[in-house]
């Protein structure tokens, strides 16, 4: 774990502050100053533009374009065409200059800059003093947020003010002309661009795909100014002559609406609906959104907030993560879902993995069961795909992507995409999970049973069967990325044999509750009795290699691998990727993230604690952590076993990996999904919660440098404050109806009156 801060941000609890620019931490805060509403996201960026290194970064959930150029590598199975999300519309488009001299602050003189986020409005802020070459200082204040409840708005605030007369120009537009980074390339065409009353509008399409956005803006100012149109391909503005007086203030505000088509649909179509709904953004004022947005922060912190006393690196960092993730995803629509970079970057092509069900998915189930179903919603609606994908590995069934944006399989890289197996259990497991939690039969005899059904046929056609009649599976790739090609990887097989039992145990249970409906299973899905006694004979014969002592062997053969002392691996080899020979990785013992320990984790309660202890033991000081949820995954379990202060360190760069950019790639955008597991690391670690079992169990634990901390969770429609100091625990029903959980292994009922009850060591 040699990993070290960078710590360049101001300490605040509820504010991301920069002081003074620094041109060399650019990238970084356009990654750190991100804003999103899950169904638009738009990086820090300067929208005056800046000659320096800078990832200009527009992006729409759902948005793709598909790569320039084919795969070489053309065998059956490996996909011939990614797909990425793709750079999208710069709706801040600002150009400032005085007397030919355009602001940049990579070159222009400034002073006195700050920039803020807001964690409790939700609202961005930058200002600084722009010196000017002839002679005028100009104070300048950038501002921007987005709307989280209609979420095609967008709203820009701009201020100027002087000490002395001076003529400004200013040019404000919407721009298609960004390029996508890691493609070097645009990837739009115009369509339609039109001027309106105070304002302008454009619509484009993607080059392959055939997505539209529409993107219309209204500009309001404080000196009446009409502006001059501004065309050029892919462009529209509006140029305003700005006249500022001695100490006079002048305000300029920008109402933006984007709508976004997945789907192709006639140009006069989507302008019309685009104009109706600018038109509806213009009945309210930029302050009356501005407020309705710290109305919805406000209510987000009072039901979600993490409070740290005596910690206020974590504190802030914490924050940080709760309002990227309620950025990134609150479940507003079934077809969006969390990518691995969210909507801050262009790194892994915005491409949603597994760790959506099984580390993002935790968050939403205690926050927000709707966006929880809505995760396992996405996965339904792109069932035909996973269903394409498993006939293209010669398989039945359906087999969910390594990679995806739109349920095409994304990732071209054969070990990864035709190996790995992690998403199609990991849907499986998210079903289970969120019915576990939220009881929800309606969606598991409808469209969870349909994916069940799916993944269980792809399962046992790409499982086979061994000499000694073993069931499991060969030639495959487990959450450890640095061992390829195993046979009867542990996590793969235990995650299908899971998988196997739940299915046919749902498919029981329709069966004698509805049998209309298993009927209909039966027709429409070709279902045969003679199938579910496969997946019966699969899940009674699934190898899970155990020694006597308990130790799970992670794949067939790892006993025997040659030993890597991890410890005494250079730094200047990391990351691996980079520095080893790519062959080199896979022949030894070293493992990049948890595998035996992931499945101990996500089924918790199969295992006994001495069952956990001594695979902990022996695979953690294997584990290189490669991968930025693997820390957090050892956190809770070494928490969970008493191993307090290892569970610290771990926990050490959780909250804050990307505000301290310990990874040194928080630029490419945030990591979201290792975000989620920063809260996990807290609620399932410190905290102790188990959610795989038929009752809500916590354990709390809390660090020694903390004076407390509290956190809240929703469950069986009650909302739950759990408040851990070095002495006590103390829960409180916030909300709801009385509910009834297992504390430090005892039934506990939390009503009106406060529990409160000694912290106990859970080693």
């Known amino acids: 774990m040699a990993k070290v801060a960078d710590l360049y941000y101001q300490l605040d ?15 970084v805060s356009e990654a750190i100053f991100s804003l999103g509403n899950e169904y638009m996201g738009v990086r820090g960026y300067f929208e005056e533009g800046i000659s320096a290194p800078s990832l200009l ?86 501002e921007r947020f987005l709307d989280m409840e209609q979420a095609n708005y967008g709203f820009q605030k701009i201020q100027l003010k002087a000490k002395q007369p001076v003529a400004v120009e200013l040019i404000l537009g919407a721009d298609f002309n960004t390029i996508h980074q890691s493609q070097e390339m645009n990837f739009w065409q115009q ?113 979600y907030d993490i409070e740290i006393e005596g910690d206020e690196l974590n504190q802030q960092g914490i924050r940080f993560c709760i309002f990227q993730l309620q950025q990134t995803y609150h ?95 990991g849907v499986a497991y998210g079903i289970w999970h969120y019915v576990n939690l939220s009881k929800d039969q309606a969606f598991l005899q409808g469209h969870g049973i349909e994916m069940l059904i799916e993944i269980s046929r792809f399962l046992a056609s790409r499982g086979d069967w061994g000499a000694n009649g073993e069931f499991g599976f060969f030639g495959v790739m487990g959450p450890d990325e640095f061992q390829m090609m195993v ?35 039966q027709s429409t899905l070709l279902l045969s009795e003679d199938e579910l006694a496969l997946w019966q004979r699969c899940s009674d014969q699934t190898l899970i290699i155990e020694t006597k002592e308990g130790l799970i062997e992670q794949h067939d053969g790892f006993f025997k691998l040659p030993h890597v002392d991890i410890h005494k691996i250079p730094i200047t080899d990391f990351p691996l990727y980079h520095h080893w020979s790519y062959d080199r990785i896979y022949r030894n013992d070293m493992i990049k993230q948890p595998d035996v320990l ?54 050490g760069f959780a909250t804050r990996m990307d505000l301290d950019n310990y990874n040194r790639n928080t630029r490419e955008g945030l990591h979201t999904t290792s975000i989620a597991a920063a809260w996990m690391n807290i609620v399932y670690g410190f905290g102790g919660v188990r959610t795989d079992g038929p009752e809500l169990l916590l354990a709390p634990s809390i660090p020694e440098k903390w004076t407390s901390y509290t956190f809240k969770i929703s469950y069986q429609g009650a909302l739950l404050e759990i408040k851990v100091s070095q002495n006590d625990v103390q829960m409180r029903l916030l909300e709801g109806s009385p509910v009834t959980v297992k504390l430090y292994g005892q039934e506990t009922t939390i009503a009106q009156e406060p529990v409160l009850r000694t912290l106990e060591g859970v080693a």
């Open 13 to 27: 609890p509820w504010v991301i502050k920069e002081e003074g620019f620094d041109v060399a931490h650019n990238e």
């Open 57 to 142: 970064g527009s992006y729409f959930n759902g948005i793709y374009e598909n790569s320039h150029e084919e795969n070489r590598v053309q065998y059956k199975g490996i996909v011939k065409r990614s797909h990425f999300m793709v750079n999208a519309v710069d709706w801040l488009y600002t150009r400032l200059s005085v007397d030919s001299e355009v602001l940049d602050l990579a070159s222009s003189r400034i002073h006195s800059f700050q920039r803020s986020l807001d964690l409790r409005t939700g609202v961005l802020q930058r200002s600084f003093t722009w010196v000017t070459n002839s002679g005028p200082e100009i104070e300048v204040l950038f």
């Open 191 to 303: 369509e339609a661009s039109e001027f309106h009353e105070h304002g302008a509008a454009l619509l484009a399409k993607t080059l392959t795909s055939q997505q539209q956005i529409y993107s219309s803006f209204t500009l309001e100012n404080n000196q009446s100014l009409p502006g001059e149109p501004v065309v050029r391909d892919k462009f529209i503005g509006r140029k305003l002559n700005v006249q500022l007086e001695p100490d006079q203030l002048f305000e300029i505000k920008r109402y933006t609406t984007n709508l976004v088509a997945k789907t192709l649909k006639p140009a006069s179509e989507l302008i019309e609906a685009g104009k109706e709904l600018q038109k509806k953004q213009l009945t309210k004022s930029y302050e009356t959104y501005r407020q309705e947005q710290a109305a919805y922060w406000q209510e987000v912190w009072q039901n």
């Open 331 to 425: 479940g507003q629509n079934p077809s969006n879902n969390i990518g691995a970079k969210g909507l801050t970057g262009e790194s892994y092509g915005g491409h949603a993995f597994w760790d959506t069900e099984t580390c993002c998915l935790p968050f939403y189930l205690l926050n927000n069961l709707e966006a929880a179903k809505n995760l396992l919603e996405f996965r339904y609606q792109t069932l035909p795909q996973a269903r394409n994908r498993a006939k293209e590995l010669d398989c039945q069934g359906a087999c969910y992507p390594i990679a995806t944006l739109n349920g095409n399989e994304a990732s071209d890289l054969w070990q990864h995409a035709s190996l790995q197996f992690q998403p199609s259990t």
């Open 487 to 521: 046979n009867h990887n542990a996590y793969t097989n235990y995650m299908a044999l899971k998988t196997f039992q739940y299915t046919l145990a749902t498919l029981q249970t329709i069966k004698e509750s509805q049998p209309e409906r298993y009927q209909e299973l």
């Open 598 to 651: 992931m499945f101990q984790f996500l089924y918790n309660q199969d295992f006994s604690k001495e069952s956990k202890r001594i695979n902990y033991e022996y695979y953690e000081p294997k584990t290189i952590h490669e991968s930025s949820l693997s820390p957090s995954i050892h956190s809770i379990l070494a928490a969970e076993l008493g191993k307090n202060q290892e569970a610290y360190d771990f926990f």
